[in-house]
T-cell receptor, first 115, second 114 residues
Framework: AQSVAQPEDQVNVAEGNPLTVKCTYS??????LFWYVQYPNRGLQFLLK??????LVKGSYGFEAEFNKSQTSFHLKKPSALVSDSALYFC?????????????FGTGTRLQVTL | NAGVTQTPKFRVLKTGQSMTLLCAQD?????MYWYRQDPGMGLRLIHY???????AKGEVPDGYNVSRLKKQNFLLGLESAAPSQTSVYFC?????????????FGEGSRLTVL
């Protein structure tokens, strides 16, 4: 069975500093990997995805993520955090077959960016 | 530019009551999904639909029913609500093309069952 782990419930970072939100996964075959962000009292918004190709993928709002097959990781990064980045972040994985009904979400990591 | 709209946004039920959550999308998406979000558990798929007139069970389907009579609408029903169904429910949709995983979510419906 596929799974996603987000080992940190919360990440705290000062504005202007780089941020990393960690994600590791387990899936049969080559994974499709995604990051979503959820602002308070809102639905999830798609940030970025890795399907194939370059291991470093760029997404919305200056975020990027690095796919590492040997470590089965897909960490979310941003070079310089903003207070407005404070939100709940979800990593998700699906196998390379099937629809999004096969998507498995992690439990989420709360990012808190302070001045 | 509405995207995915859910109604109602809040509802309080007593145990045993029934209700329906409505999801509407204006993006002509084929696929629609209902998730529930509970603290510390991420999102779990309840039911989904790959097209008008079709539905399928997700990870946690018990106690829920769904219908997709029109392509743009996906209804989630609770026939006899239980306190364990207290949650935030999200509808999502995605376009044709397998494995994109790019879901468009509504803003959620917060349900409390007393």
């Amino acid at each position: 069975a596929q799974s996603v782990a987000q080992p940190e419930d919360q990440v705290n970072v000062a504005e202007g500093n780089p941020l990393t939100v960690k994600c590791t996964y387990s899936v049969s075959g080559n994974p499709y990997l995604f990051w979503y962000v959820q602002y308070p009292n809102r639905g999830l918004q798609f940030l970025l995805k890795y399907i194939t190709g370059d291991n470093l993928v760029k997404g919305s709002y200056g975020f990027e993520a690095e796919f590492n097959k040997s470590q089965t990781s897909f960490h979310l990064k941003k070079p310089s955090a903003l207070v407005s980045d404070s939100a709940l972040y979800f990593c998700a994985v699906s196998p390379p077959t099937g629809t999004a009904s096969k998507l498995t979400f992690g439990t989420g990591t709360r990012l808190q960016v302070t001045l | 530019n509405a995207g995915v709209t859910q109604t109602p946004k809040f509802r309080v039920l007593k145990t045993g009551q029934s209700m329906t959550l409505l999801c509407a999308q204006d993006m002509n998406h084929e696929y629609m999904y209902w998730y529930r979000q509970d603290p510390g558990m991420g999102l779990r798929l309840i039911h989904y639909s790959v097209g008008e007139g079709t539905t399928a069970k997700g990870e946690v389907p018990d106690g829920y029913n769904v219908s997709r009579l029109k392509k743009q609408n996906f209804l989630l029903g609770l026939e006899s609500a239980a306190p364990s169904q207290t949650s935030v429910y999200f509808c999502a949709s995605s376009g044709r093309g397998p494995n994109t995983g790019e879901l468009f979510f509504g803003e959620g419906s917060r349900l409390t069952v007393l």
